[in-house]
């Protein structure tokens, strides 16, 4: 038996609505009417104060990367919470438009924003006590999805947010969706009111496909567009009739009939013919049929056509830029565009453009350089080796622009959150802020600041040092900071390494003891800002600090290779350093031109002493410790090597006068001697010579490369016009590569695992 509030409720929610439906039945020829109209009594009082007009939103859209691979810009990844791509009413075949109209609304194209019939038998259902119900036009339904889409972008779960905060989020993301979609009487006059507003604005043609873009098709796809990409591999405007009432279909129960075989009923999948699906697209046809949308033979034929679904999944995020060897990459400009001001002055606005902007996104990479350096690297250091963590990695960037066109590891890039072995999301070529790790040892190829330093305060190549000296006092380095004291033991690489020699000679062969006595007659702190002033820094601060030790000389400070091939770059540059940058421009989704960072471009050290640095370390690639990586192709090159103790970090950094490259190979963890690992035959500390001529040579066939300025003789010879005398051991060849570390042969921790002692090496 009803109670007597509930009749009385009955009889009030029959008082509003049918008021409201009264007032609708108006708008059927007269929809202006009928929004005047639907204030007249307190029993449609509740339209007072709702807008008639519900702005929509811009939909989230799909962030397209792209790279250059054989002259054309071709796309390596993709990005999108909701897989959408917005098409034109000419993108879409008119079968999608007839099945639409045909099932969700006959009378789309004369009513006024609301299906009139529906909502009066909606209300008088309401109205009679039974559950809230009320018919939905195509107006209605695009006004349910666009306040959806407010839900999905203002109240989305950030998944990097504490398991609280993520709680809090979800519960008011629910409240928000429940509001947007619960059948109360007051959310559909609220909808009524929208879809009349929506009415007065547009045309029918707009809204139906502003509906079609919007509506979701199962899972992650949304609009037309992608559905018929992902279910049918095929474009909105190539659908065939079956295809078209197959997509349409799924509208009714998007999650349920999908044919994907994720669908949430477990007999509803391919291997029984989508049943479900089949059964509500045959209800589409014979609608289209009914309302004179096809023929009686078109009806009988699409019927008697089986659903097969050609599911086209559409990888999101920089996993699917692992087929072009470029996930690293992609993470490396995901994380600029998130931490970048150019991209929107704060960290939720750069991820709303990022997320929501249907951005082209035309990157720096050079994917023909980009395969040439991974099959290089990966010919020789494997993902995984025996019982070694094992890491190795290749970046360059072009000189005076900052251009990176290649950047490659061993390991594949896999940011799930469960990499399997041979995988990792680390990107051992940045900064530990872009994904990178925090660094590694660079051994002697730090010593091209060395250099720098010692031709500043005025010495020359030429000048003689003694290299006899294996124990150094820390009181005997002068420095900006506190005093240190102790012993400093320096080892060389070969025992024959030693004698009075000339500052170029010890380049050459990189001897450690003779750069030690180097820095006694300079100021530490004035080799550390040679090396900041051209964009060295610790690639995680927090992690590694950097430090302005004796050791510090010949290359303990953790780095990027990044950081190292900007800093060659600057120097083949006549000293003048430039940041690198990943993106050469990126478009809206309309197409107009948005905001990138520029490199920027500073005169970091003086044009001669960068030309006389220059000149000494191209005695490295053709006399000195690095002949071995040489490409001998008729373009100048310059370089230097650096390998730690036991071989744990193994360098070489060179530049033309187009283009510079850091390469590193070692162990992210463990201490294994890497002098007694072989790869294809080749020891561990010189594998990178044979990587290197690869990319260099690919590099050069692409870049060539002139001439590099002239050295300033003053800062060759010194006073003198001749080279003096000197007792010095014969510069190496190359094949054993070349010491860089430097210190009392203690083992240096792995990798990102903190500061340690340093070691030796060449």
Known sequence: MTSRAGAWGALAGFIA???????????????????TSLAISDGTGMFDGLPDYLAPQPLDQTTTFYATKGGQEVPIASFYAQNREDVPWDGISQSVKDAAVATEDPRFYSEGGIDVFGTVRGALSTASGKDVQGGSSITQQYVKNILVQRCEQNDAV??????????????????????????????????????IGLDKRYSKDQILLSYLNIVGFGGRVYGIQAAAQYYFGTDAKSLTLPQAATLIAILNNPNYLRIDDQSTSSTNVAAKGFPATTERRNYVLQRMFVNHKITNAEYKQAVATKIQAHITPKLSGCSSAVQADAGFFCDYVRRIMLTDPAFG????????????????VYTTLNLDLQNTAQAALSGYIPPTYGGLDLGGANVSMEVGTGRVVTMVENKQFDDSGDAPPGTTSVNYTTDYAYGGSSGFQTGSSFKAFDLIAWLEAGHSLYESVNANTHLFQESQFA?????????????????????????????EASVNTAFAMMATKLNMCDISKAATDLGVHSANQDVNPWTILPPFIIGVNYISPLTMAQAYAGIANGGRMCTPIAIDKALDANGNPITVPKTTCTQAIPENVAATVTW??????????????????????????????????NWLVTSTSKVAQATWVGLISGATDMHYVYFKGIQGNNVKFNIVKQIDTALDSVYGGGAFPAPDNTLIYGNGSKPPATNSPKPGTGGNGGNSGGGN??????????????????
């Open 17 to 35: 609505m049918s008021a409201v439906a009264g007032v609708l039945v108006v708008s059927a020829v007269t929809p202006a009417l009928a929004v």
């Open 158 to 195: 950030d998944p990097d947010a504490s398991a609280k905060v993520q709680k809090q989020q979800q519960a008011k993301f629910e409240a928000c969706y429940t509001d947007a979609t619960g059948v109360t009487v007051q959310r559909k006059v609220q909808e009524i009111r929208y879809a």
């Open 345 to 360: 002055k704060t960290a939720d606005a750069r991820q709303a453009q990022f997320q929501r902007g249907g951005l082209k």
């Open 479 to 507: 420095t900006c900071g506190p005093p240190t004291t102790g012993p400093w033991p320096v080892a060389n690489d070969e025992s024959s390494e030693g004698g009075t020699m000339s500052v170029l000679q010890a380049t």
């Open 616 to 649: 000494a370390l191209q005695h490295v690639m053709t006399a000195g410790t690095a002949t071995g990586a040489n490409p001998n192709d008729g373009v100048p090159i310059m370089g230097k090597t650096g390998t730690t103790d036991f071989a744990h970090e």
């Open 745 to 762: 042969g203690a083992n240096p921790p792995a990798p990102g695992q903190g500061p340690g002692k340093p070691g030796k090496g060449h």
